[in-house]
T-cell receptor
């Protein structure tokens, strides 16, 4: 079963704009992770936020986590054409358990 | 260092045939996971190996699916009597459970069952 639900399913923006993707989940979590996937193949880990954290930054990425609403957001600032990909959130309910993925957001950044 | 590798990259097979998919995890990673991704969907967990513990097979969709992990390293996912609905990208991930929560994914095997 899939726990995470990303919103929107697809997003198209101009280069330089910011992109915001949201993720909601259903059960309690140990951490939430965001992954990127190009061309339907391997996933690249972007950022992990633990359940006791509210915000993390990594380069142009900013992730927030609201455990009371069971939701997270991924913000990509100053987007580039190379950011075009699918983005997935994944939750880990406890240590060493498999990740539960959402269906992803397809981001298109137009040059 | 080398990342997770998978082979073959692509596999086309006929309905009813058996297939074996291979995963070489990052050296020293004790945890290994198999997921599959159907077209336009998120990843679905299949099976999880952790050290010498019995694998978590709770995600396997049917008894036609099985997996082994030999010597705590390489893993093989076997699908017997393949069906068209088995067509998907099969992704493997590994993790060093002593130091990180991050799973590192391989490039996947795209399986097409005709």
């Amino acid at each position: 079963s899939q726990q995470g639900e990303e919103d929107p399913q697809a997003l198209s923006i101009q280069e330089g704009e910011n992109a915001t993707m949201n993720c909601s989940y259903k059960t309690s979590i140990n951490n939430l992770q965001w992954y990127r996937q190009n061309s339907g193949r391997g996933l690249v880990h972007l950022i992990l936020i633990r359940s006791n954290e509210r915000e993390k930054h990594s380069g142009r990425l900013r992730v927030t986590l609201d455990t009371s609403k069971k939701s997270s957001s991924l913000l990509i600032t100053a987007s580039r054409a190379a950011d075009t990909a699918s983005y997935f959130c994944a939750t880990e309910s406890s240590g060493n358990t498999p990740l539960v993925f959402g269906k992803g957001t397809r981001l298109s950044v137009i040059a | 260092g080398a990342g997770v590798s998978q082979s073959p990259s692509n596999k086309v097979t006929e309905k009813g045939k058996d297939v074996e998919l291979r995963c070489d995890p990052i050296s020293g990673h004790t945890a290994l996971y198999w997921y599959r991704q159907s077209l336009g969907q998120g990843l679905e967990f299949l099976i999880y190996f952790q050290g010498n513990s019995a694998p978590d097979k709770s995600g396997l969709p049917s008894d036609r699916f099985s997996a082994e992990r030999t010597g705590g390293s390489v893993s093989t996912l076997t699908i017997q009597r393949t069906q068209q609905e088995d067509s998907a990208v099969y992704l493997c991930a590994s993790r060093d459970t002593s130091s990180t929560d991050t799973q590192y994914f391989g490039p996947g095997t795209r399986l097409t069952v005709l």
